[in-house]
């Protein structure tokens, strides 16, 4: 796919994703938060990307949640994620210490192959 491929697929797509109301959230094939829309930052309180750079697990989950997202980012990077789409019961943390049930869809975003793939949380 050339650039400007890419870039007509992306934009449109960040598009229709900023105008949700659900909060979304997207890792690249590292772990590293690539993408969160406003209806999340809006929910949370706070960027969702921070801490920006890394795998760890964002601030706004909760701790008793965040080894169970390291598990998904470990399992996305071996390409072993079953299932298109994956329904999880989960808990995110307000910036006022709040905490929020949510159900969260995992959708690996596979290339080809079994490697790393990028997850749309």
Do not use: C, F
Request: no cysteine; net charge negative; proline share 7%.
């Amino acid at each position: 796919m050339t650039a400007r491929n890419a870039t007509q697929v992306v934009v449109p797509l960040e598009s229709l994703l900023a105008a949700m109301s659900d909060g979304v959230l997207i890792t690249d094939e590292n772990g590293h938060r690539t993408y969160g829309n406003a209806a999340l930052s809006d929910l949370v309180g706070a960027d969702p990307l921070e801490p920006m750079g890394t795998d760890v697990p964002p601030r706004w989950l909760p701790e008793s949640q965040q080894e169970r997202y390291s598990e998904y980012i470990a399992l996305a990077r071996k390409g072993q994620i079953t299932g298109d789409i994956v329904s999880l019961d989960w808990q995110v943390e307000t910036s006022t210490g709040q905490h929020i049930g949510a159900l969260i869809k995992l959708i690996p975003m596979r290339s080809s192959g079994n490697g790393p793939v990028p997850l749309m949380w």
